[in-house]
T-cell receptor
Framework: NAGVTQTPKFQVLKTGQSMTLQCAQD?????MSWYRQDPGMGLRLIHY???????DQGEVPNGYNVSRSTTEDFPLRLLSAAPSQTSVYFC??????????FGQGTRLTVV | AQRVTQPEKLLSVFKGAPVELKCNYS??????LFWYVQYSRQRLQLLLR??SRESIKGFTADLNKGETSFHLKKPFAQEEDSAMYYC??????FGAGTRLAVHP
């Protein structure tokens, strides 16, 4: 049982480049979400989805796009990377009323 | 608005000392209330949740509706408890986290 899988684990981007962080879950969970983790800031919600075809903004959505074409996948797109987006990104999934399962994280550096 | 406050960024104790990691929340509706833990170089994982009323690794958490708190407690800290701890009033919202450092 793979749970929540994030790729890549590490990434270095130049300012202005675009990329997609992948997230997949095999637990048939309805909810999926993306967070960034910064020192002293905890986990801040970027975007989330309550089911296929439905997405919504979290606390810090600017500079990021998401889509949920299938239940399993919830990719996060950086359209034009900025140094302020240097962070560790976590994807999570859960069912209604259930706990969240997290991916192993993606450490992104924008230079 | 749904908010969760973990007032301590760092809690430093010696092995065997009692530990209390504070969590206060404001939430419209019935909060679900979870504590998650992140050990070094590992992904976040569930420690315990209110609905289960369980004790995991010696940790417990009691809901105080009057104070809107869900503090995490352990009577005797161990070095392996050193980690980041996050309080969550639901499956989406997390606090800023408290780093627990247990010294020998």
């Amino acid at each position: 049982n793979a749970g929540v899988t994030q790729t890549p684990k590490f990434q270095v981007l130049k300012t202005g480049q675009s990329m997609t962080l992948q997230c997949a879950q095999d637990m048939n969970h309805e909810y999926m979400s993306w967070y960034r983790q910064d020192p002293g800031m905890g986990l801040r919600l970027i975007h989330y989805s309550v089911g296929a075809g439905i997405t919504d903004q979290g606390e810090v959505p600017n500079g990021y796009n998401v889509s949920r074409s299938t239940t399993e996948d919830f990719p996060l797109r950086l359209l034009s990377a900025a140094p302020s987006q240097t962070s560790v990104y976590f994807c999570a999934s859960s069912n209604t009323g259930g706990r969240a399962f997290f991916g192993q994280g993606t450490r992104l550096t924008v230079v | 608005a749904q908010r969760v406050t973990q007032p301590e960024k760092l809690l430093s104790v010696f092995k065997g000392a009692p530990v209390e990691l504070k969590c206060n929340y404001s939430y419209s509706g019935s909060p679900e209330l979870f504590w998650y833990v992140q050990y070094s170089r590992q992904r976040l994982q569930l420690l315990l949740r209110h609905i289960s009323r369980e004790s995991i690794k010696g940790f417990t958490a009691d809901l105080n509706k009057g104070e809107t708190s869900f503090h995490l407690k352990k009577p005797f800290a161990q070095e392996e408890d050193s980690a980041m701890y996050y309080c969550a009033p639901n499956k989406l919202i997390f606090g800023a986290g408290t780093r627990l450092a247990v010294h020998p």
